[in-house]
């Protein structure tokens, strides 16, 4: 599907896909962290995605044409300097390896000549992409808050 790049519309989010990337984002990086309890798990992601979204983090969404709001996968990134942070990519099962993920990186600005791919969430889909597309890959730490 993302090969034929007609039938794919990449957009920002709006307010009304905020339930779903959280959700997903919150769901789908709990198989990377299953060892910490999931009540504090869930409390502590929840506040660093909202401290990251506030921080001026922008999300892209990928979706097919014909339907705006059924969402394929999603991209959270932000520039700094010539680099980008990317904060989580996150795509659904049915969608992946169809190029998805590509997609949106260069939709967000992610060149191999131009930028280093620093990651804040790094996950197992994500981790592979440096060796597919070339990109320096420099994985941070997470981005902490306060969660008194």
């Known amino acids: 599907m993302a090969d034929n790049n007609q039938s794919i519309y990449i957009r920002p989010a709006s307010s009304e896909d905020s339930r779903f990337i959280t959700n997903s984002w919150v769901n789908s990086f709990r198989l990377e962290n299953f060892y910490i309890p999931k009540d504090i798990y869930r409390m502590r992601q929840l506040k660093v995605i909202e401290k990251i979204l ?86 941070l730490p997470h981005y902490t808050c306060d969660c008194n």
Do not use: F
């Not at 600005?109 to 996950?123: E, K, M, Q, Y």
């Open 54 to 139: 506030r921080g001026g983090a922008k999300t892209l969404v990928a979706c097919p044409t014909d339907d705006y709001n059924q969402i394929l996968g999603w991209i959270c990134y932000e520039h700094l300097g010539k680099d980008v942070v990317i904060h989580y990519i996150y795509i659904k099962d049915t969608y992946r390896e169809m190029g998805l993920a590509k997609l949106l990186l260069k939709k967000a600005g992610v060149s191999p000549t131009a930028n280093r791919l620093l990651i804040s969430h790094s996950t197992y889909i994500l981790r592979p992409i440096h060796k597919k597309t070339g990109i320096i890959y420099i994985q």
